[in-house]
């Protein structure tokens, strides 16, 4: 019967020969077990899949085997074939991560008392130790002050940080390094000819870059390319790793470079209307950003990226055509994006606000910036009217050019006659619409208040902020938040809010668009939004 074994258990090294990458660990273990002075506990740390839990083994092995061979097990004697069957009752392995530890705790205690049954030691290889129960790790504690001569500890643990002084006092450590790419190329090249099977250099190479130095993983990638087709390219690869399809992300990544808002907004909407994970996405832009500043800054860096080599191009072309500062820009600001769509609930608005920011460079310069900058015309309302003309003319002609991409050049506003009727909230007099962008702020500004404030919120829940100079624009779909908001208690939890997330005192003026409100006013946040849609900036430069 042959049954099918994953190549990352098949190729599991037996020897400390086997093991690579990990040089100045294994020549230190076969020396101490060839000169006989090893240690009565081990700690072995480092990232996932380079080789704890192998060493861990190939150790223990050792340490009991009958006819030891230059610090390697024999892998013949009666001792290493039953340790490789699992029948030998005195090497203990224990994984802290999935045992609930009412055994684990009563197996350490034992530790202490019993004698081992046929080996020279008891071995406790635990993996994962930093998750042992609190029993198991005290009992473990206890026997690793004053260890019995026959008892050797094995410990082993990706989260270095979390296993206690206490611990770490009593043990020889040692740090697995992230296997080097090429030696996972190496090594994936010499599998798949023991496999039989063909593997093109430049899918291993990417394979080992995909696995960012866990063997692990770079050999399971390898065993889905196989079912996936004996021959084995950077196609299969791409495929299997799940990094086909990738079109919109890097097609997102020369649209931000190159400062085209309407084109991150379709792909936006696309990504949307396909249910994808905004917040996945944007992290994954963010690696690719990431590259983009790796290339402008490290020689030879294409061994550092995972990715296609048509991506590569891309890649390229992105970083010789943008400012470095600019990409240092992205990142900062699609980092924030990320950690605020973790907590918002409007996720696609997110990620829209923070484009139309990179894309127009709204928001790139800090609010004082901005406001020493811009010069504050104290208008009359019709300013609104007027801009609102002025938008609409604006999408018109860019409708009839089909969305090129062209600057647009603002006229100055016409000043019309006219007034609405406004008090303290709704007085947008003293605002510089020409000015106002789009807040980026806003949504998270929403999460919190929905906390402090549930009622005021729901009717706010189709909002947007815009900001000129130190004037906050809300404008709303529900009417109702207007009455809510003369409530001075409701107001002062906003400004607090507001002042929570920007840091920032605003004047803040209200709008709804709801059936009440004049007809221009309706428009304002559609023109906006559409204006933002269509790459006019609504921003005075
Ligand atoms: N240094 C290495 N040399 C050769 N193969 C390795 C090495 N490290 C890992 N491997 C391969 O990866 C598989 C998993 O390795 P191992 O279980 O030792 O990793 P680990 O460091 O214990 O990972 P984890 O932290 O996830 O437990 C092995 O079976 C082997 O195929
Ligand atoms: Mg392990
Ligand atoms: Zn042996």
């Not at 340490?63 to 030891?68: A, K, R, T, V, Y």
């Not at 198991?136 to 206690?164: R, S």
Request: contains cysteine; proline residues 4%.
């Amino acid at each position: 019967m042959c049954v099918y074994q994953a190549l990352y258990r098949k190729y599991r090294p037996s020897s400390f020969e086997d093991v690579i990458s990990q040089q100045h660990i294994t020549d230190t273990l076969k020396n101490q077990l060839l000169s006989g002075k090893t240690g009565h506990a081990y700690l072995f740390t480092g990232s996932r899949g380079t080789g704890k839990t192998t060493c861990a083994r190939i150790l223990a092995k050792a340490l009991i085997c009958e006819n030891p061979k230059n610090g390697e097990p024999c892998l013949e004697c009666e001792l290493c074939r039953d340790m490789d069957n699992d029948r030998l009752s005195d090497i203990i392995e224990i994984d802290a991560a999935s045992n609930g530890g009412v055994n684990d705790a009563r197996e350490l205690r034992e530790a202490a008392s019993y004698s081992p049954e046929r080996c020279k030691y008891r071995v406790y290889i635990i993996d994962e130790v930093h998750m042992l129960s609190r029993d198991a790790f005290n009992a473990l504690l206890k026997i690793i002050e004053e260890p019995p001569p026959h008892v050797k500890f094995i410990l082993a643990t990706t989260e270095i940080h979390k296993v206690l002084d206490t611990i770490l006092s009593r043990c020889q450590r040692f740090d697995f390094r992230r296997i080097r790419t090429e030696d996972i190329a190496a090594r994936i090249m010499s599998v798949a000819e023991k496999e039989q099977v063909s593997v093109d250099e430049d899918a291993a190479a990417l394979i080992a870059k995909i696995a960012d130095g866990g063997m692990r993983d770079a050999l399971s990638i390898m065993d889905k390319c196989i079912a996936f087709s004996d021959k084995v390219t950077v196609d299969t690869v791409s495929e299997a790793a799940g990094i086909a399809g990738r079109g919109n992300l890097f097609d997102m990544t020369c649209a931000v470079c190159s400062k085209n808002a309407s084109q991150a907004l379709e792909i936006v909407s696309a990504l949307h209307s396909n249910s994808k994970d905004m917040q996945q996405f944007a992290m994954e832009l963010l690696e690719q950003i990431r590259n983009v500043m790796v290339i402008q800054n490290v020689s030879g860096a294409e061994k550092l990226i995972a990715c296609t080599s048509a991506e590569l191009e891309i890649l390229k072309k992105c970083a010789a055509d943008t400012d470095p500062a600019y990409i240092i820009h992205i990142m900062d600001m699609l980092g924030k994006c990320v950690e605020r769509l973790g907590r918002s609930s409007s996720k696609r608005i997110e990620l829209e606000m923070t484009f139309i920011s990179l894309c127009t460079g709204q928001k790139a310069q800090s609010a004082p910036q901005a406001a020493a900058a811009v010069s504050f015309p104290s208008e009359d309302t019709a300013m609104l009217t007027a801009r609102i003309a002025e938008l609409e003319q604006q999408i018109k002609t860019m409708q009839s050019q089909g969305f090129a991409q062209q600057p647009v050049r603002r006229q100055p506003p016409v000043r019309q006659s006219g007034n609405v009727p406004m008090d303290a909230v709704t007085d947008t007099s003293k605002m510089d619409v020409n000015s106002a962008v789009l807040m980026p702020e806003w949504p998270e500004i929403l999460e919190r208040f929905a906390q402090v404030c549930p009622s005021v919120s729901g009717t706010l829940s189709e909002s947007y902020g815009y900001v000129s100079n130190n004037y906050l624009l809300i404008v709303t779909k529900n009417n109702f938040f207007l009455s809510l908001l003369r409530n001075k208690e409701n107001a002062e939890k906003l400004r607090e809010t507001i002042k929570a997330v920007t840091g920032k005192n605003y004047s803040i003026r209200a709008k709804c668009t709801g059936a009440k409100q004049g007809a221009a006013e309706n428009k304002l946040p559609q023109l906006m939004q559409k204006a933002a849609e269509s790459n006019i900036p609504v921003e005075t430069e």
